[in-house]
């Protein structure tokens, strides 16, 4: 089955700087790579997605870049504010249909320093 | 609307209760999902729906037993549990898998879990 490594575990950035977190996925069939924060006593949310036909996605701060030759993706957020401090879980998945699964890595906490 | 809807939010039961979780989404999604969470973890896949049927069990013990009545409404039975079971159970839903076209995605919704604990 895919198994899908994020590290580290914690980024601490200062208020404004960028933060870029990884992550490598094992299966090469996989074909869709979501991210989702998740705040203390919320469940996660999805922020940015890239399916495996495209190589970046951009959503103003947010972006999302797919190296599927190396099997990594990464999660880009610039001019990080107090409010990107969260659980941030990157995930994979191979679209079948019906039977879709989404194997998370195990998060990275991150927090941005005012 | 475009929210998936927990209830209840907090749940305390001993080991011989019964009692059942609830999820509802109004956004015409034909799959949905139960997760479990604890705490520090990522969640982790016990059920999927597709159209009403069940189409992944992840192995869960019986104590856990889902129900899907329609395609708004996704239940959670449990029985027996274990204080193990306690835990943060998210429900998710996503659009219907087949068809999906070029640049959509099958992103998933979450809810805001409930919260159980297990005495």
């Known amino acids: 089955g895919e198994n899908v490594e994020q590290h580290p575990s914690t980024l601490s950035v200062q208020e404004g700087d960028s933060a870029v977190i990884k992550c490598t996925y094992s299966d090469s069939a996989s074909n869709y790579f979501p991210w989702y924060k998740q705040e203390l006593g919320k469940g996660p949310q999805l922020i940015i997605d890239i399916r495996s036909n495209v190589g970046e996605k951009k959503d103003q701060r947010i972006a999302v870049t797919l190296n599927k030759t190396a099997k990594h993706f990464s999660l880009h957020i610039t001019e990080t504010q107090p409010e990107d401090s969260a659980v941030y879980f990157c995930?994979?998945?191979?679209?079948?249909?019906?039977?879709?699964?989404?194997?998370f890595g195990k998060g990275i906490t991150l927090s941005v320093r005012p | 609307d475009t929210e998936v809807t927990q209830t209840p939010k907090h749940l305390v039961m001993g080991m011989t209760n019964k009692k059942s979780l609830k999820c509802e989404q109004h956004?015409?999604?034909?799959?949905m999902y139960w997760y479990k969470q604890k705490a520090k973890k990522p969640p982790e896949l016990m059920f999927v729906y597709s159209y009403e049927k069940l189409s992944i069990n992840e192995s869960v013990p019986s104590r856990f037993s889902p129900e899907c009545p329609n395609s708004s409404l996704l239940n959670l039975h449990l029985h027996a549990l274990q204080p193990e079971d306690s835990a943060l159970y998210l429900c998710?839903?996503?659009?219907?898998?087949f068809g999906l076209g070029f640049g959509q995605t099958n992103g998933y919704t979450f809810g805001s879990g409930t919260r159980l604990t297990v005495v």
């Open positions: 995930a994979a998945s191979l679209y079948t249909g019906a039977n879709s699964k989404l194997t």
């Open positions: 956004m015409g999604h034909r799959a």
């Open positions: 998710a839903s996503s659009q219907n898998l």
